[in-house]
């Protein structure tokens, strides 16, 4: 990552390494001084990023009120963000089933004009199908 900032999108199924990924980065740039946020969707994902938060209004609120004139055209004032997950974990609405859910989420969001404008980089599934990760760990 440059110090230029940006919005990513990190996606992969189950067990692929998205929270490794989180974790070495929020490691990373804290090491380094930065303020890094980490926020989740649901209670039980707090307890996997160090220091992680559920996302609320007020946090919300706080990223979006950031300003800084020399990013002020640039989505979310220029703040870095890694948006991240796998829609297939998302917890069941009405009477969509799961892959119904997925390509919904995924087209509003990945297929979306902001989702056009950043990288979005794809874990690849063998991942977790492979043990070459629990060797390592
Ligand atoms: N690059 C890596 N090197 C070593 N171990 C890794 C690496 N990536 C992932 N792992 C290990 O693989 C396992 C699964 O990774 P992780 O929990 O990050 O996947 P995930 O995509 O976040 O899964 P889920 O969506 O189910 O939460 C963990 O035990 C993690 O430590």
């Known amino acids: 990552m440059t ?9 992969g199924y189950g067990g692929t390494g998205k929270t490794y ?8 740039l804290r090491s ?18 160090p220091g992680g938060r559920m996302a609320h209004s007020r946090t919300l609120r ?4 950031f300003q800084n004139p020399n990013t002020f055209n640039l989505p979310f004032g220029g703040i870095p963000i890694v948006f991240g ?19 919904v989420v995924q087209m509003g969001f990945v297929q979306s004009q902001l989702g056009a404008t950043f990288p ?18």
């Open 32 to 49: 380094k001084g930065h303020i890094v946020l980490t926020i989740v969707s649901n209670e039980i994902a707090t307890i996997l990023l």
């Open 21 to 28: 990924i989180w974790k070495a980065l929020t490691s990373a």
């Open 62 to 65: 706080a990223i979006l009120r």
């Open 120 to 137: 979005s980089q794809s874990l690849p599934e063998e991942n977790c199908k492979s043990d070459k990760f629990s060797a390592q760990t």
């Open 3 to 11: 110090d230029e900032g940006g919005v990513f999108f990190l996606y």
């Open 85 to 103: 997950g796998d829609f297939r974990q998302i917890l069941p609405v009405g009477n969509l089933r799961v892959d119904e859910l997925h390509y």
